[in-house]
Antibody
Framework: QVQLVESGGGVVQPGRSLRLSCAAS????????MHWVRQAPGKGLEWVAG????????YYTDSVKGRFTISRDNSKNTLYVQMNSLRVEDTAVYYC????????????WGQGTLVTVSS | SYELTQPPSVSVSPGQTARITCSGD??????VYWYQQKPGQAPVVIIY???ERPSGISERISGSSSGTTVTLTLSGVQAEDEADYYC???????????FGGGTKLTVL
């Protein structure tokens, strides 16, 4: 079955870096666009970043541009996000999500990994 | 910027109909998708392309659109429908994606 498993979350000080990974299985990874969506504690969903199926195009929400980098390794069926210059307001559960093959919505979600930015 | 607006909360009694709206200037041109999120769980898509229901989603759930507003309708609300609901869309180039602020549905 389709599965997305995030890892790499934890507690980090403001200004430091963290890299999240998402291992995909149960589908042909390099056929799908992939994104990261986050949810701060007690708050709503926020789209963070997306990458095309082949990695040729990437896009970001304004608040993370220049600090976060999304990437993928199709040979390893893995999605990444490198998060630099972390801020307290980046504290959230980060979900790895798959884009539906035909329409612009997220048809599969991981269980999420918690990133806490705190001094 | 591309924004979607939802009411923070909606409350209904069991058996009644709940309607959750999502408004945005670009909605006449873009599809809207709806997700249900229960506490401690990842969201699940319940409506796609404004009004299509994925397999396995209850027929009590439906979507509609009119101008700059789309509406999620839950008929015959049950206790299990209590959850947070989010609308989502993307611009035509697929480079900017957005969620509404979310609506907490309370079953009284």
């Amino acid at each position: 079955q389709v599965q997305l498993v995030e890892s790499g979350g934890g507690v980090v000080q403001p200004g430091r870096s963290l890299r999240l990974s998402c291992a995909a299985s149960g589908f042909i990874f390099n056929n799908y666009g992939m994104h990261w969506v986050r949810q701060a504690p007690g708050k709503g969903l926020e789209w963070v970043a997306g990458i095309w199926y082949d990695g040729s195009n990437k896009y970001y929400t304004d608040s993370v541009k220049g600090r976060f980098t999304i990437s993928r390794d199709n040979s390893k069926n893995t999605l990444y996000v490198q998060m630099n210059s972390l801020r307290v307001e980046d504290t959230a559960v980060y979900y790895c999500v798959r884009v539906h093959g035909e329409y612009n919505f997220f048809d599969c979600w991981g269980q999420g990994t918690l990133v806490t930015v705190s001094s | 910027s591309y924004e979607l607006t939802q009411p923070p909360s909606v409350s209904v009694s069991p058996g009644q109909t709940a309607r959750i709206t999502c408004s945005g200037d670009a909605l006449p041109k873009q599809y809207v998708y709806w997700y249900q999120q229960k506490p401690g769980q990842a969201p699940v898509v319940i409506i796609y392309k404004d009004n299509e229901r994925p397999s396995g989603i209850s027929e009590r759930i439906s979507g509609s659109s009119s101008g700059t507003t789309v509406t999620l309708t839950l008929s015959g609300v049950q206790a299990e429908d209590e959850a947070d609901y989010y609308c989502q869309s993307a611009d035509s180039s697929g480079t900017h994606w957005v969620f509404g602020g979310g609506t907490k549905l309370t079953v009284l």
